[in-house]
T-cell receptor
Framework: AQTVTQSQPEMSVQEAETVTLSCTYDTSESDYYLFWYKQPPSRQMILVIRQEAYKQQNATENRFSVNFQKAAKSFSLKISDSQLGDAAMYFCAYRSGGGYGNKLVFGAGTILRVKS | GAGVSQSPSNKVTEKGKDVELRCDPISGHTALYWYRQSLGQGLEFLIYFQGNSAPDKSGLPSDRFSAERTGGSVSTLTIQRTQQEDSAVYLC????????????FGDGTRLSIL
């Protein structure tokens, strides 16, 4: 079974600075997808960024980028120019590729606090 | 609607009662998932529906939990004889197809068992 580990229960960053959230995963599969979701106090899970395992290029979405190290099974999220609205719980998630019924496997989450 | 809709938003009930949680997925989405998020924890998979195929129930924690999806759209998650450990946020997600399409989540139902 696949597992996802987020070793940082809580992180803090000063507004306008950069922060990196860590995520490692364990799988024997070669075809899979990785995601970062943001969960503000409103509870809704918001997709931040995703990465296909077969792509070597790291995904980027505006101020959000990932460092995908497939051999090391590492998938960190970098948030540049942090804003107060970035404060939330961040979840790393894994999904098997191909076929149907591929559920998301989540890490325990990292609380991100942004200081003004 | 524009997004995944869940009701009720909050539910408080006494131990031993049955509860029903509802999920209305994004129109046209064939895949529907239920997850449970216990306090301060990540999400755990409960059940998955895809079209008219038999659901994947592998994540249901006990036989007190069941779910159905009528007409390939709205889904209901039922918990019978609720226990205090059932207290959690129950999140529903849908996607247009599996593979690289992301799952879109609702706001969840916060269930509190007294």
């Amino acid at each position: 079974a696949q597992t996802v580990t987020q070793s940082q229960p809580e992180m803090s960053v000063q507004e306008a600075e950069t922060v990196t959230l860590s995520c490692t995963y364990d799988t024997s599969e070669s075809d899979y997808y990785l995601f970062w979701y943001k969960q503000p106090p409103s509870r809704q899970m918001i997709l931040v960024i995703r990465q296909e395992a077969y792509k070597q290029q790291n995904a980027t979405e505006n101020r959000f980028s990932v460092n995908f190290q497939k051999a090391a099974k590492s998938f960190s999220l970098k948030i540049s120019d942090s804003q107060l609205g970035d404060a939330a719980m961040y979840f790393c998630a894994y999904r098997s590729g191909g076929g149907y019924g591929n559920k998301l496997v989540f890490g325990a989450g990292t609380i991100l606090r942004v200081k003004s | 609607g524009a997004g995944v809709s869940q009701s009720p938003s909050n539910k408080v009930t006494e131990k031993g009662k049955d509860v029903e949680l509802r999920c209305d997925p994004i129109s046209g989405h064939t895949a529907l998932y239920w997850y449970r998020q216990s306090l301060g924890q990540g999400l755990e998979f409960l059940i998955y529906f895809q079209g008219n195929s038999a659901p994947d129930k592998s994540g249901l924690p006990s036989d007190r939990f069941s779910a159905e999806r009528t007409g390939g759209s709205v889904s209901t998650l039922t918990i019978q004889r609720t226990q205090q450990e059932d207290s959690a946020v129950y999140l529903c997600a849908s996607s247009s197809r599996t593979g690289d399409q992301p799952q879109h989540f609702g706001d969840g139902t916060r269930l509190s068992i007294l």
